[in-house]
Structure formats: C-alpha cells, structure tokens
DNA sequence: CTTAACCTTGACGTGAACGTGAAGGTTAGA
DNA sequence: TCTAACCTTCACGTTCACGTCAAGGTTAAG
C-alpha cells in the first residue's frame, strides 16, 4: 500500500528499509494523520525523513515511537507537553545507542549504557509513581468491598432472596451490567 | 474563615454540620471556584444546599467528593464525562446506604448490600483495567533495562552482536522550504 | 501524458475544561 | 447602617488537542 518500495521512488533519502507514509503510519498506529503532524510540530517525534517531494518517511522506530506516546497519553493521563519531556529522554537514549554503536571502546560503551540505565530507570520511576497511587486508590476500593462483604455476613439470614424493584434502585440494577 | 456556623444562618437546608462556604472549599481541595461550579454544573457534584442567599454550603461529604473526582481526573485521566459515570455509582451508592439504615429488614438490608457490592465491584473492575495497562508498560521498560544490564555484562568481551532492523538514519535531503 | 490516490502546508473550526471579568446580591463586623 | 469580603450568575476568552476543509504538489499506474 503506502510502503516504499525501492526502486519506485524517483531519488528518495533512504529506501533500503521498510518506511512508510503517513498514510499507513495511521492506519497501523489509529492515529489521524492529523495528529501525527501535530505530534511530530510538538516534537513528540523525530522529524522523519522526507521523499524528495516532501512526503514523509516514517521509520519502524518512528512508528513505535508514536504508539509509545499515544500510550502515554492514554494510559498515564499526561498532557502532551508532559509527554515531550518524558520522550525527549528518549531522544537522548537514542542518541547514546548512536554513540554507542560507533565505538569499540568498551569503557566508552559501558558508559553508554549506565547512562542509558540512568534515563531508563527514571522514565520507569514515573510508571512507578503513577503506578503507585493508582494503587492506593484500587485497596481503598478493596477495602470498602471487604466492609461490604463483612456486613453482609453480619446481617442475620434470613430465606430470602426475593427481587423488590421498585423504588430509586432502579438505576443500580442497571449499573450492574453484564460483563464481557 | 468560611465555615458556616449554625446560628448565622437565616434558615438553611442543614445547618448542623460543619458546613463550608464555596472559598474554603477551593482553598482545601485545591481546586478554584469556578472548577467547583463547573463540577457542579457536570453532575459531578450533587447540588449542595444553599443559604438563604443562595450561596453554596459543601458538606464534607461534599468535599470529599471532589477530591475523588480530581483524583481520579489526575490519576486515571479520565475524562469528566467518564468520571461522572462512575461517580454517578456513587450517588446510587450514597442513596442505597440510606435505604439501608433506613430499614431494619434483614433480607431487604441483604439487597442494598449486595448492590453495593456490585457497583463497586465494577468501579474497582475499571481501576484495575487501568493498572493492568500501567503493568504492561511498567513491564517493558524494566525488560529493556534488564536489557541493558546484559549487556553491560557482555561488553568487556563482544562488540556488536546485537543489532535491530534500523539503519543509519539520514535527515532530510531537501530542504523543506518551511523548515527553520 | 493523464489521472487517481496520495501527500503537502496553511488556516480556520471545535469540544473539553476551565480562566476571567462584569454587574450585582449576601454576610459579618464595626 | 455601612462596608469589606464574600458570594451569585452570566458571558465571553483561552489553551489544548486535535478535526476539517482548501488549494495545490507528488507518486504510481495506464
């Protein structure tokens, strides 16, 4: 479809990978193209290549990348800018993977990579902290079924499990929705 | 201070708590008035009782509430529309503990419990939807810094192994004319 | 070369979630 | 009674995160 294939391309920057346009990119991430632009003017992405008509070239990292930020956004709640701050990290992880792909030195790798260890671990103490709240607020949850559960065993039996719907129930007997 | 105290008041709803005017309630919550009022207008907030003059008297109940909503704004991100979905569980819930003190009825008692338990049981469903996700991308970047480790335990040894299906990424060729 | 299906950059529109006055009423205290 | 500090309801303004044309260039295929 909208994959660039090799020799098709009259004199594009790169062809030898898989790159795609921003057609595809959208279809496989369900971002809008739209919004892939405005993502990428946010600097939320490394400007992609470009065919020598402007149109642009999207690596399978670039790709990722975007469905990292969409998650991002998704899952942690955090606003765009939040967001670019988080990523551009990323670009410096990157960055070191360059640097340290370039060289043989091991001393100089190994410092790469504690760096690389360094930006990852904070990015994964961000997951952590939202993670944590989030948690304290599914026990809170947790707790209050406990108290319903042991109240429930504290009301004395009676043989009845007859239905009286009537009254302003009504609408927590339809809040109880099926389950999938 | 902008407690309301008993006697003051000309004839309001519930004058036997300690009831809190509009300011006092942003100053606690953190929230501004006029988030507060917005809250209100959304349904996120039952409509707190009024002073004769019409100004709004926030029950703790009240307040906590509205910490609730921020929360699970910040923490979940959800939008105000989804949070008033669940917090109009809440309502229900509220409503169904003062059927049951209402009652002495065993098995009626029984029922309202059971409801509860339901609706907080799906509210919980949903926070832990969320965190599973959280897991997920927790997960993954605790993969790559154990990735990261392994080779930093390689290096002193190897030199490139590891190599990823991306190639050396060149910058665009031609010059977009709007580019800066 | 022609054409359809892509893509490009503006540029204006939109809904959500408030911010910010404006104009005026209420409350507590002197 | 008077006043400062609250509060009220409009109502328009703003920022974010895009949606939606519009006008025109590019690419692949016939």
Do not use: C, W
């Not at 402007?54 to 939040?82: C, I, N, Y």
């Not at 609408?171 to 389950?179: I, L, P, S, V």
């Amino acid at each position: 479809m909208q994959t660039v294939s090799s020799e098709k391309i009259a004199e594009p920057t790169t062809n030898d990978g898989p790159y795609l346009l921003i057609g595809e990119v959208s279809a496989r991430t369900g971002l809008t193209q739209r919004t892939i632009r405005y993502y990428e003017e946010l600097g939320l992405l490394p400007p992609p290549t470009r065919t020598h008509g402007d149109f642009r070239l999207f690596s399978p990292r670039d790709v990722t990348r975007l469905g990292q930020v969409a998650r991002m956004k998704k899952l942690l709640g955090f606003s765009l800018a939040e967001i670019r701050e988080i990523v551009e990290g990323e670009e410096v992880r990157e960055q070191l993977r360059s640097e340290y792909r370039a060289t043989e030195d091991a001393s100089v790798r190994l410092d790469k990579l504690e760096q690389a260890l360094t930006l990852t671990r904070s990015q994964l103490e961000l997951v952590d902290r939202k993670l944590a709240q989030i948690v304290e607020l599914k026990m809170e949850l947790e707790s209050r079924i406990a108290r319903y559960m042991r109240l429930k065993q504290e009301t004395p039996n009676t043989v009845a499990t007859e239905d009286s719907e009537d009254g302003p129930i009504r609408q927590a007997k339809r809040g109880a929705r099926n389950e999938g």
